[in-house]
T-cell receptor
């Protein structure tokens, strides 16, 4: 049972345009959501996060939106740059019993074309 | 500040052998988590250690085990290797004290690429 889903395996956008990556989750106990970026041969790098008590968090060109009623979050990158080309993973966690584990989606490969 | 260090970066083993992977967390971090990444399954949680105790465990067979030392360094062991164990194994460290408000972020190492022949 996949609790975190990224339904688009890949996305291609033009440099300067907006990139929108989507993520859906099924577990209503999740209370914290994160986006990681991964380049080949490197580990995932933390990008941005959002708590369930918020519906938007912004950091420079990156904005994450959370719609709890729809169990949906999205990552907006504006403007997109060629260096943003990477695999983006959505992750969710539920604080339980003093510990956390991240549940990841399968990732979306973003390609930003010059 | 040094990041999460995983050794070795690459490993080739044959079926039936066992393997030990090592992870040194960011200085001051007390929690270490391990993940398996495969092309078909994405990142799958293996287990988490905090202050030398396993605090959380994923749905992997008992062939997968780990431990954490007093300096927070962690090792992961896989016994009786199978072809399906070929994957990228990622270690992540964090402060380890989470909560709804004061969430702690997990920082990943570059991983160990294990190939089982």
């Amino acid at each position: 049972d996949q609790q975190v889903k990224q339904n688009s395996p890949s996305l291609s956008v033009q440099e300067g345009r907006i990139s929108i990556l989507n993520c859906d989750y099924t577990n209503s106990m999740f209370d914290y959501f994160l986006w990681y970026k991964k380049y080949p041969a490197e580990g995932p790098t933390f990008l941005i996060s959002i708590s369930s008590i918020k519906d938007k968090n912004e950091d420079g060109r990156f904005t994450v939106f959370l719609n709890k009623s729809a169990k949906h979050l999205s990552l907006h990158i504006v403007p997109s740059q060629p260096g943003d080309s990477a695999v983006y993973f959505c992750a969710a966690s539920a604080f339980k019993g003093g510990s956390e584990k991240l549940v990841f989606g399968k990732g979306t490969k973003l390609t930003v074309n010059p | 500040k040094a990041g999460v260090t995983q050794t070795p970066r690459y490993l080739i083993k044959t079926r039936g052998q066992q393997v030990t992977l090592s992870c040194s967390p960011i200085s001051g971090h007390r929690s270490v988590s391990w993940y398996q990444q495969t092309p078909g399954q994405g990142l799958q949680f293996l287990f988490e250690y905090f202050s030398e105790t396993q605090r959380n465990k994923g749905n992997f067979p008992g062939r997968f085990s780990g431990r954490q030392f007093s300096n927070s360094r962690s090792e992961m062991n896989v016994s009786t290797l199978e072809l399906g164990d070929s994957a990228l194994y990622l270690c992540a460290s964090s402060w380890g004290l989470g909560g709804v408000v004061a969430k702690n972020i997990q920082y990943f190492g570059a991983g160990t690429r294990l190939s089982v022949l």
